[in-house]
């Protein structure tokens, strides 16, 4: 279906009502709508009351039946305010017209009136009407020269790409010499269901674009960078990209999604300005407004708030990770589902600032090759943490063994000085009693003295025997305060640790000068079961003769 006009249309009809006309013939000398107009085709058309003070001005379609029928489509001027009319009896004169609110003064609607499929780069363009309709099969960037055909001085020419996912670039004479095509700075990518607006002038003897909805994303104002996904999958619109390399063919970056887990993938440059599948061309949003394409209510999120690369890749979220290869790519402008609104930094550090989220004033860091800070070795005399060395409970000297009380969650601090993975949590079985018990690490959190946030449940080990038991773990810790702790389903006895070290005093302190309560072992009531978070209030150990578990950490 599509627009027509045509001379001489011109018909009879005598049906009454609001509907859908019958049409009788054409009249002497004048052709039927079937015939100039076509089927399913639509037309302006007047119907007037040769016998009542009644007609009617309008788009209608055409369809070819028995009798020939006129669908009053859409009402544009009446004899009944505009709206459609109720018509009598009476014979009516039904003919093509040009309404005069689509002429004077108005926008001149225009028909496709030459379709094109392109199936090569090498194919040039139509410029024989004023609306070529395009149907590409692949994503093309033309070499033809010239790219559009020649045209007439003054021409204006309307090209649509029709496909719903293929996109068609032409390049501009500077680049492409005798494309005849004159960019001007717009981009020369037609998107899926979108129109470039032409202009042919004789001067040059080339086109140039009058408009092209192309030069920004939709709904936003931004730079686009013209890209094409060769990731083997689909990247979503509003996915965060980076640059894997450059296509020669098509004269495009190539990208495939970010991953803040991912030193490798960083850094994003951009966010995808549409969904393009594997082998597509598209535009990537490198700075300024992305609009519509990301979900910046999915709960908490206030306008102002960052927005970073995840670590879940062609992701993003607005809570600083703490984790990974941090890289902020931009800020909330706008709190909604799907009409959402960001504006993008596009390419920056891969951290946007330093992991210092446990630093203290005064303190000396360094940094590592992860971008990540650590204290520096020298201060602290350490070489680093060894492999399969064992690493207990800090300042506390091992000599004891315990009786442990069950269902007791027993604490005590731990440091690390840099960044390590450690893959073991044990403790030691000196006499057996119950079944098991549950080992873990808390962090202590900087910011709330007193408050310790779990790190890792490292499950359960046996107590049913006299060994060493550890269990396997994955925990990756950044330089800070931790705690390790257990939890007993029994009372077993334990290699346990001492506090007859008063250096301890130096680091973790303690609530009175002298024989004031040291803060380097305590413990809190929890019933065995799974580690609670947080570790909940500190009972600190009072007494200089207690002992406590000794736990330990190493690296296999």
């Known amino acids: 279906m599509s627009f027509a006009l045509d001379d001489r249309v011109k018909e009879t009809s005598t049906t009454t009502g609001t509907g859908t006309f019958d049409l009788d013939g054409a009249v002497d000398s004048f052709q039927t709508f079937v015939a100039g107009i076509g089927d399913t085709n639509t037309t302006h058309y007047a119907i007037v009351n040769r016998d009542a003070a009644e007609w009617e001005v309008g788009l209608g379609t055409v369809i070819d039946a028995a009798p020939d029928t006129l669908a009053r489509t859409t009402v544009l001027s009446s004899s009944n305010g505009d709206a459609a009319v109720n018509f009598s009896a009476g014979t009516k004169d039904v003919f093509c017209t040009r309404p005069a609110s689509q002429v004077a003064g108005k926008s001149l609607k225009l028909a496709p009136e030459v379709e094109q499929s392109i199936t090569a780069v090498t194919d040039t363009l139509s410029s024989s009407g004023s609306h070529l309709g395009i149907t590409p099969d692949a994503d093309y960037v033309l070499t033809s020269t010239p790219t559009i055909a020649t045209g007439e001085d003054g021409q204006i020419l309307l090209i649509h790409n029709a496909h719903s996912s293929f996109t068609l670039t032409l390049q501009d004479d500077s680049i492409l010499s005798g494309s005849d095509v004159l960019l001007g700075g717009a981009s020369g990518t037609i998107k899926p269901q979108s129109t470039m607006t032409l202009h042919y002038c004789?001067?040059?003897?080339?086109?140039?674009?009058?408009?092209?909805?192309?030069?920004?994303?939709?709904?936003?104002?931004?730079?686009?960078?013209?890209?094409?996904?060769?990731?083997?999958?689909?990247?979503?619109?509003?996915?965060?990209?980076?640059?894997?390399?450059?296509?020669?063919?098509?004269?495009?970056?190539?990208?495939?999604?970010?991953?803040?887990?991912?030193?490798?993938?960083?850094?994003?440059?951009?966010?995808?300005?549409?969904?393009?599948?594997?082998?597509?061309?598209?535009?990537?949003?490198?700075?300024?407004?992305?609009?519509?394409?990301?979900?910046?209510?999915?709960?908490?999120?206030?306008?102002?708030?960052?927005?970073?690369?995840?670590?879940?890749?062609?992701?993003?979220?607005?809570?600083?990770?703490?984790?990974?290869?941090?890289?902020?790519?931009?800020?909330?402008?706008?709190?909604?589902?799907?009409?959402?609104?960001?504006?993008?930094?596009?390419?920056?550090?891969?951290?946007?600032?330093?992991?210092?989220?446990?630093?203290?004033?005064?303190?000396?860091?360094?940094?590592?090759?992860?971008?990540?800070?650590?204290?520096?070795r020298g201060v602290l005399g350490t070489t680093g943490y060894e492999t399969n060395a064992y690493y207990s409970n800090a300042l506390l000297a091992q000599s004891n063994t315990l009786v442990v009380t069950a269902d007791r969650l027993y604490g005590a601090p731990f440091p690390i000085f840099e960044r390590t993975t450690f893959t073991r949590i044990g403790i030691e079985i000196t006499s057996s009693a119950g079944t098991s018990a549950r080992l873990g690490i808390y962090q202590l959190d900087p910011e709330t003295p007193g408050s310790a946030v779990l790190v890792v449940d490292a499950g359960l080990v046996s107590t049913a025997g006299v060994a060493e038991v550890e269990a396997v773990i994955s925990a990756t810790l950044m330089p800070g305060w931790y705690i390790l702790a257990v939890v007993f389903d029994n009372t077993p006895t334990v290699i346990a640790n001492s506090q007859s070290d008063n250096i301890k005093r130096m680091f973790l302190g303690s609530d009175a000068v002298g024989s004031g309560t040291r803060r380097d072992t305590f413990y809190t009531a929890h019933s065995f079961a799974a580690l609670p978070d947080p570790f909940g209030t500190l009972t600190y150990v009072s007494s200089a003769s207690s002992v406590h578990p000794t736990l330990w950490l190493r690296k296999v």
Do not use: C, M
């Open 202 to 376: 004789l001067d040059l003897l080339a086109w140039s674009v009058i408009s092209n909805p192309n030069t920004a994303s939709a709904g936003a104002t931004a730079e686009l960078v013209p890209v094409r996904n060769t990731s083997g999958g689909s990247i979503t619109a509003g996915a965060p990209v980076y640059i894997t390399g450059y296509n020669i063919g098509q004269g495009r970056i190539t990208i495939d999604e970010a991953d803040g887990d991912d030193l490798a993938k960083l850094p994003a440059f951009g966010v995808l300005a549409t969904t393009l599948g594997n082998n597509t061309n598209g535009d990537v949003i490198t700075s300024g407004v992305a609009a519509g394409i990301i979900n910046t209510n999915p709960g908490g999120t206030a306008v102002g708030d960052g927005v970073w690369i995840g670590t879940t890749a062609g992701t993003l979220v607005f809570d600083r990770p703490t984790t990974g290869f941090i890289q902020r790519i931009g800020t909330i402008a706008r709190v909604h589902a799907s009409l959402g609104v960001v504006n993008i930094f596009g390419a920056g550090r891969i951290n946007d600032t330093p992991l210092l989220t446990a630093g203290v004033a005064g303190r000396l860091y360094g940094f590592n090759t992860n971008g990540e800070h650590d204290v520096v």
